[in-house]
């Protein structure tokens, strides 16, 4: 089984959680959903317990197909989805006023065929709405027992204060990975001083870091890395280096570049949880293989040797996706 770690505010959960945006949004085609469900349920089979969604991923039809999939387990398993753009599209821009979060926590409830979100956080930060009423209304949601915990999703560090000092923040959701290391800098820290745990997503760099990927890989059409600048194929050619050391790790200890990756983002710190998505039992299976992998202060070391030595080529988002992160 897998081991258990804690997040902020005492939420336990298992070391690696299943992010399901994938299963029919964002990253190519969608899996059907028999398929998806399916999926789910072999992710609780094997001792996963936090699952990751949002209204918008669709809109709206991930968590339909979350709250389906662990209806007959919903008492083993942590289920976390978000709030905070207009009518539950990104592209229409944020919106995190009270009374749209009230309209997002009922609805998402419906969805998800349950009584209570796990963990409610702020997809992003909404510069028109003070932090101290975003935090307040989850905090009147927890009251009224439809929420349990509240999470922040690629905040800045002064709204992670505004926001923990209302309402106990459980966990921060950022990019984090051997490509992305920003978090590093002060947000770890502050996390760390709060008490709040930390949920990377992307912790296998949209798939790159698996080792799977190169400059002639071509995605599909409505796969979002098609418009990511990290992914053109002369950023991919360029990162690829990076892959090819942590993949020469991996053989030495019999294991995958995916897994020495996702073993990396777990030895930073004991509250941090990565959410791993896949379409793939046999990946899935894979991913989960990185929570019992032991990293040697050794094998530390050689990673970060190959950080020091490589400069990740490409930003994480395009301008205007940009700009809705770290605010």
């Known amino acids: 089984m897998i081991p258990t770690r804690t997040l902020g505010q005492g939420l336990e959960v298992s070391a690696l959680g299943f992010g399901c945006m994938g299963l029919n949004y964002s990253l190519g085609k969608a899996l059907p959903k028999s398929d998806a469900i399916a999926l789910i349920r072999k992710a609780v089979e094997s001792g996963v317990t936090l699952f990751d969604t949002a209204e918008t991923y669709g809109p709206f039809t991930n968590e339909q197909i979350v709250g389906e999939a662990l209806e007959p387990f919903r008492d083993r ?42 963990l409610f956080y702020q997809h992003r930060v909404d510069p028109k709405v003070a932090m101290e009423d975003v935090a307040g209304t989850v905090k009147d949601l927890i009251a009224e027992g439809k929420v349990r915990h509240f999470g922040l999703s690629e905040a800045s560090v002064p709204s992670i204060r505004r926001a923990h000092a209302v309402q106990p923040v459980t966990a921060l959701q950022s990019e984090y990975s051997l490509l992305w290391r920003e978090p590093e800098q002060t947000v770890l820290p502050t996390l760390e001083e709060l008490g709040i745990g930390f949920v990377p997503f992307s912790p296998l760099g949209r798939g790159f870091l698996t080792g799977t990927i190169d400059e002639k890989t071509e995605f599909v059409k409505g796969d979002f890395r098609n418009i990511v600048p990290r992914f053109k194929p002369e950023a991919r050619k360029a990162n690829k280096a990076l892959v090819d050391r942590v993949g020469v790790i991996a053989a030495n200890k019999g294991a995958t570049p995916g897994q020495v990756a996702l073993a990396w983002l777990l030895a930073q710190k004991p509250w941090i949880v990565p959410i791993p998505g896949t379409k793939s039992a046999d990946r899935l299976r894979e991913n989960l293989g990185a929570a019992t992998l032991v990293l040697t202060a050794e094998d530390l070391a050689q990673i970060g040797e190959a950080l020091d030595a490589i400069e990740v080529q490409g930003a994480r988002y395009p301008p205007a996706l940009q700009a809705l992160v770290g605010r």
């Open 77 to 118: 398993v942590v289920i976390a989805t978000k709030f905070g753009f207009h009518n539950g599209n990104a592209s229409d821009g944020v919106d995190s006023r009270p009374e749209r979060i009230r309209v997002v926590a009922d609805e998402s409830l419906r969805r998800l065929r349950t009584d209570r979100i796990d």
